[in-house]
């Protein structure tokens, strides 16, 4: 262990002493030094790769040794022949770099940036257009993904890749990036302890982030717009999303969170809004959801079964046609001390706490799921009617599935924590 | 009225026909995992014989649906797995060669993709590794699981 410690402080010093002494190789596109890879060659271990004003036309960029590429006003032109810069050393940094024109393969991912077995790299502000995959990290860990922009073409076009993928990763922070128009915006599988900051993620064709058999990963801060889900975590378990925005989700397949088999989770002081499904909830326990605020969707929550022990507490469920679609049992899931626009109770004893408890169910709901043509009922006298009556003595609907202590005024959420 | 009648004859005969009908990527969903339907890949789809099609992000997607079904292939028209070299082109199952390699991922975890022929499985095993599966192999590997 002391040992081990030794190295990595030597280590430490000889990067920071390298780094001082380190010489600066210049690229441009009339000097003698006039390709990346040329320069790459030349180059020794951290040195700084500054490359100037033009346009590059080169793919296959392999950077094999610690090295700092530093752009100034740079374009790489892969020409849609393959990828483009492919960093295999630990301690690479990749800035201020427009690249454009990554080729599309069938069986290869061809990627504008990828990361293969690495350390500690940093990919900052870089600009990415027409692309199948934008950054693509594989088996690495303790890097930095920072203010990229990524802009795909992905229409109705399927063939298109993700915009930054993470596959067998772990300690990755992914903070303020912009992705548009691509598979989905942000992609994990089996990678944990990453975190995702400030990023936005808008009109993709699949999902804004999605996490597949990945743990430990933490949401704060990001908007997802438009997507054919906002979030989707499937096989996943111990994540933690808070203080997202998720709007605009809209289809008859779109949901702002889509959770399929997650366990351990919190879902906190979120904002859901015009979303047809909120939060598509199957085969996922002991999930926390506390302080979101659900505002005018379609459903806001879609419990559709084998649903164990979670807890629905201190959110706001404002003008949702409906707030709760539920499935099977009760399964020890708790809807306490919630906020519900549509509670018609009344406080006797002015305690702020309703006094007769809400049943967050309509009967409706149960027919619209069955034959979802019915939806244009939804306004009419007879539902309101069958509705009221299933309100005043539940038959249908599950007898126990009540908010005991809906709150009689909208919840202030403390954003501080 | 001869006209009338082979029109109608023709009519109940078109619209009891079993139809694959062609999966619409980035607008359908799994059904079996939910998720959208965009990888060209590795999609498939089973159709009954009664005519109803089930569309699947995966293969794995679809051996699980046909497991948890738990009905003899027969209920099946047609079983229908993406061909991994002819990206959006769906090839029958059962004469299907498929490949489980770490090297090329698919989109439930399984790692597993189809071609057309032997001779293209062995291709891409010298390539990328992996193993050679017939669909009766994997089904049997898959259902060990």
């Given at each position: 262990m002391k040992n081990t410690l030794k190295i990595i402080c030597s280590i430490i010093l000889l990067v920071h002493g390298w780094g001082t002494s380190a010489k600066t190789i210049t690229v441009h596109p009339?000097?003698?030094?006039?390709t990346i890879k040329k320069a790459i060659a030349l180059a020794e271990d951290y040195d700084l790769i500054l490359v100037e004003a033009g346009t590059y036309k080169e793919t296959?960029?392999?950077?094999?040794?610690?090295l700092t590429l530093l752009s100034k006003n740079a374009i790489v032109d892969g020409e849609n022949k393959g990828e483009i810069f492919v960093i295999q050393a630990d301690y690479v940094t990749i800035k201020d770099f427009t690249i454009i024109n990554v080729g599309t393969s069938y069986i290869k991912d061809y990627a504008a940036i990828r990361v293969r077995e690495?350390?500690?790299f940093i990919i900052e502000n870089n600009t990415i257009k027409d692309?199948?995959?934008g950054i693509y990290l594989e088996k690495?860990?303790?890097?930095k993904v920072l203010s990229n922009k990524i802009y795909g073409k992905a229409k109705s076009e399927f063939n298109s890749g993700n915009g930054i993928q993470l596959w067998y990763c772990n300690n990755i922070e992914i903070k303020n990036n912009y992705v548009e128009r691509?598979?989905?915006g942000i992609y994990l599988e089996f990678s944990n302890f990453c975190t995702i900051h400030n990023n936005i993620s808008k009109?993709?064709?699949?999902?804004g982030l999605h996490f597949m058999f990945s743990n430990h990963d933490v949401v704060t801060n990001c908007s997802y717009t438009?997507?054919?889900?906002g979030v989707a975590i499937m096989f996943s378990k111990s994540m933690k999303m808070s203080h997202n925005v998720f709007s605009d989700?809209?289809?008859?397949?779109?949901?702002?969170v889509l959770l399929k088999e997650v366990n351990d989770t919190e879902i906190s002081y979120n904002v859901f809004k015009?979303?047809?499904?909120a939060i598509n909830i199957e085969g996922?326990?002991?999930i926390q959801y506390t302080h979101n605020d659900f505002i005018s969707?379609?459903?806001?929550?879609?419990?559709?079964?084998?649903?164990?022990?979670n807890l629905v507490n201190h959110n706001n469920f404002l003008n949702?046609?409906?707030?709760l679609l539920y499935q099977g049992?009760?399964?020890?899931?708790n809807f306490d001390s919630n906020y519900w626009s549509n509670y018609t109770g009344y406080d006797?004893?002015?305690?702020?706490?309703?006094?007769v408890p809400y049943r967050?169910?309509?009967?409706?709901s149960y027919i619209v799921n069955k034959t979802?043509?019915?939806?244009?009922?939804?306004?009419?006298l007879f539902v309101d009617i069958i509705d009221f009556s299933e309100k005043v003595?539940?038959?249908?609907?599950?007898?126990?599935?009540?908010?005991n202590q809906p709150f009689i005024k909208q919840i202030q959420h403390d954003n501080n924590n | 009225m001869k006209p009338f009648a082979y029109f109608l004859l023709l009519v109940l005969f078109v619209s009891c026909t079993v139809k694959v009908q062609p999966i619409d990527y980035g607008t359908d969903d799994c059904d079996f995992c939910k998720m959208g339907i965009v990888d060209t890949k590795h999609a498939a789809q089973l159709v009954t014989t009664k005519g109803k099609n089930y569309k699947f992000d995966a293969i794995e997607c679809m051996l699980h649906y046909i497991e948890q079904q738990?009905?003899?292939?027969?209920?099946?028209q047609h079983l229908l797995v993406a061909d991994l070299l002819n990206p959006g082109v769906l090839i029958p199952a059962e004469q299907a060669h498929f490949i489980i390699s770490k090297n090329i991922p698919s989109p439930m975890g399984a790692f597993l993709s189809a071609t057309k022929t032997k001779e293209q499985t062995a291709k891409l095993i010298e390539e990328y590794t992996g193993e050679h599966y017939t669909f009766a192999a994997l089904r049997q590997q898959l259902s060990h699981h």
């Amino acid at each position: 262990m002391k040992n081990t410690l030794k190295i990595i402080c030597s280590i430490i010093l000889l990067v920071h002493g390298w780094g001082t002494s380190a010489k600066t190789i210049t690229v441009h596109p009339k000097g003698t030094v006039n390709t990346i890879k040329k320069a790459i060659a030349l180059a020794e271990d951290y040195d700084l790769i500054l490359v100037e004003a033009g346009t590059y036309k080169e793919t296959d960029i392999h950077i094999t040794k610690p090295l700092t590429l530093l752009s100034k006003n740079a374009i790489v032109d892969g020409e849609n022949k393959g990828e483009i810069f492919v960093i295999q050393a630990d301690y690479v940094t990749i800035k201020d770099f427009t690249i454009i024109n990554v080729g599309t393969s069938y069986i290869k991912d061809y990627a504008a940036i990828r990361v293969r077995e690495s350390k500690h790299f940093i990919i900052e502000n870089n600009t990415i257009k027409d692309l199948f995959f934008g950054i693509y990290l594989e088996k690495s860990k303790e890097g930095k993904v920072l203010s990229n922009k990524i802009y795909g073409k992905a229409k109705s076009e399927f063939n298109s890749g993700n915009g930054i993928q993470l596959w067998y990763c772990n300690n990755i922070e992914i903070k303020n990036n912009y992705v548009e128009r691509v598979r989905d915006g942000i992609y994990l599988e089996f990678s944990n302890f990453c975190t995702i900051h400030n990023n936005i993620s808008k009109n993709n064709v699949r999902y804004g982030l999605h996490f597949m058999f990945s743990n430990h990963d933490v949401v704060t801060n990001c908007s997802y717009t438009n997507n054919g889900a906002g979030v989707a975590i499937m096989f996943s378990k111990s994540m933690k999303m808070s203080h997202n925005v998720f709007s605009d989700n809209w289809g008859s397949a779109a949901y702002g969170v889509l959770l399929k088999e997650v366990n351990d989770t919190e879902i906190s002081y979120n904002v859901f809004k015009n979303n047809t499904t909120a939060i598509n909830i199957e085969g996922s326990n002991r999930i926390q959801y506390t302080h979101n605020d659900f505002i005018s969707n379609g459903w806001a929550l879609n419990s559709r079964g084998a649903n164990y022990q979670n807890l629905v507490n201190h959110n706001n469920f404002l003008n949702n046609s409906f707030d709760l679609l539920y499935q099977g049992q009760l399964n020890q899931n708790n809807f306490d001390s919630n906020y519900w626009s549509n509670y018609t109770g009344y406080d006797l004893d002015k305690d702020g706490i309703g006094d007769v408890p809400y049943r967050p169910i309509k009967l409706f709901s149960y027919i619209v799921n069955k034959t979802p043509e019915s939806i244009i009922f939804l306004r009419s006298l007879f539902v309101d009617i069958i509705d009221f009556s299933e309100k005043v003595s539940p038959v249908f609907t599950p007898d126990n599935l009540v908010d005991n202590q809906p709150f009689i005024k909208q919840i202030q959420h403390d954003n501080n924590n | 009225m001869k006209p009338f009648a082979y029109f109608l004859l023709l009519v109940l005969f078109v619209s009891c026909t079993v139809k694959v009908q062609p999966i619409d990527y980035g607008t359908d969903d799994c059904d079996f995992c939910k998720m959208g339907i965009v990888d060209t890949k590795h999609a498939a789809q089973l159709v009954t014989t009664k005519g109803k099609n089930y569309k699947f992000d995966a293969i794995e997607c679809m051996l699980h649906y046909i497991e948890q079904q738990n009905q003899p292939l027969t209920v099946y028209q047609h079983l229908l797995v993406a061909d991994l070299l002819n990206p959006g082109v769906l090839i029958p199952a059962e004469q299907a060669h498929f490949i489980i390699s770490k090297n090329i991922p698919s989109p439930m975890g399984a790692f597993l993709s189809a071609t057309k022929t032997k001779e293209q499985t062995a291709k891409l095993i010298e390539e990328y590794t992996g193993e050679h599966y017939t669909f009766a192999a994997l089904r049997q590997q898959l259902s060990h699981h």
